[in-house]
């Protein structure tokens, strides 16, 4: 019996979402009595796990897995769990992991809770927390099958470092050709950009900005506290900006341990998708914006004024505490 | 082409959320409830196929009558029939074995999903149906192009976009940017009138066993009250981030 996690890499490199999922299931399998595996995909030195609780890694090396394979994936990761004899599979609720984590569910008959927060409230019964209605509640779940798979909410745990090595094993799992039956055509992924999923701070701009062309002084402050840019529904309704950067209970939900709003009004479907956040900040000319109600620190006064001045003082304190 | 969309009947985005019976049951009262918002930008691109290229669409949910209504809107969008699966699922593991047994009966081409529903945000049911049929299936989809056998679909991933190539049957969990918010259809009086007269056919479900259980809910704690800061005064703001909050 051990815990099993997925450790999703990018470049070869381990990503910060790895190491969070591994230190949160390391905190599982320490709650279970059991040791913690971590499979990962094409990543030659995996010995950096070991610092986040990981006892062994089951390291993939497969020229065919260049490309991200949910199929693929999925199935290593079900022999995986057979092999070691997993209970609990844990993924982070990456793009990635929330793709494959149903796929694994399924093929392990698991039952499956996404969006957790939490160590489990206990292991027998197995209960977590986790959120849902978009981050209005949270919904305390009991899985009843054999084998339980759990998605990670991003950033809800944190990194916890451990005492330990991490030994490697090549692991080479058989794959069908129904595997390799999804093609890739292309890949756009902007390059040194923080996203909105991964980043400890997000800048966000709404209608109060007036126009994609006033966009310059949010990206500015983006680039001095090396955050991720997001906006409102309306803002990428009318195109002034990216679906990808709308933020909200039909857009993206941010976890992020700042959150700088700037002309958003808060509208109720807004700010459930910013309630994981752990510090607001709001600016907005009206007094009576509801995201007031909902922000730890708030400005009133013209964006177009006050943005430009935090941002010089931002760039002095980041130069003096460099 | 035949196409199946899933429609999940969810609370309004602006509806409060409160629960009842001892914290174990979300509170319906006074709540106004509507297609999923993920699954509606599905159908109304499920629409542009019928009108573009002849599909036919049925639409289905799993739930119980009070879950008609929503039926109906999509019928008055457009879909052909509907089918309701007679049963109040507790469990998304349920919800992907009923909806797989009457999608493999079928014979869909393409299976439409939203990503996930606004309301317990599981996001499991259609990989979940993927797996069980044994069929494609892309994600977090924002553009859908089908030609022949063949499907060209674009997902989101984390800081970019990715193009696929899938043969079908495939199973997608769309999402905004499949149509645009502008596109969404508005059922006309027209609409209404004849989705009065299009078939919704009640099916008995197959019993499929949940795999989680519900043992309660629970609301955020209350925020404190906000600290305002005066405008001409921004080193405090930068001091509280640094020093209180500790976030900078």
Known sequence: ?????????????????????????????????????????????????????????????????????????????????????????????????????????VQLEAGYV???????ESTSPFQVKRTAFTNKAFKFTEITTDIKVL?????????????GAASSEAFEPQFSEEDFKIQVESVDKAKDKVTIADAEVVVSGGRGLKGPENWGMIEEMADILGAATACSKPVSDMGWRPHSEHVGQTGKPVASNLYIAVGISGAIQHLAGINAAKTKVVINNDPEAPFFKAADYGVVGDAFEIVPKLNEKLKEFKEKNA | MKILVCISHVPDTTSKINFTDGDSKFDTNGVQFVINPNDEFGLTRAMWFKEKQGASVDVINVGGAETEPTLRKALAIGADSAIRIDTTPTDGFQVAKELAKVAGEGNYDLIICGRESIDYNGGMVPGMLAGLLKANFINTCIALEVEGDKATATREIDGGKETLIASLPLVIGGQKGLVEESDLKIPNMRGIMQARKKPLNVMEPAGAETATKAVKFEKPAPKGSVKMIDADNLDELIDLLHNEAKVI
């Open chain 1, 1 to 105: 019996m051990s815990v099993l996690v997925y450790t999703e890499s990018e470049d070869g490199k381990f990503k910060k979402g790895a190491l969070e999922v591994a230190s949160y299931a390391k905190g599982v399998a320490d709650a279970m009595g059991t040791s913690l595996t971590a499979i990962s995909f094409n990543t030659e030195d995996t010995s950096e796990l070991g610092k986040y609780g990981v006892d062994k890694v089951l390291s993939v090396s497969n020229d065919k897995l260049n490309n991200f394979n949910a199929s693929a994936y999925a199935d290593a990761i079900k022999q995986a769990v057979q092999k070691e004899s997993s209970k609990v599979v844990v993924l982070s609720q990456s793009a990635n992991g929330k793709y494959i984590a149903p796929l694994v569910a």
């Open chain 1, 114 to 120: 996404s969006n957790v927060t939490d160590l489990p």
């Open chain 1, 151 to 163: 998605g990670l909410s991003k950033n809800a745990f944190g990194l916890k470092e451990s005492e």
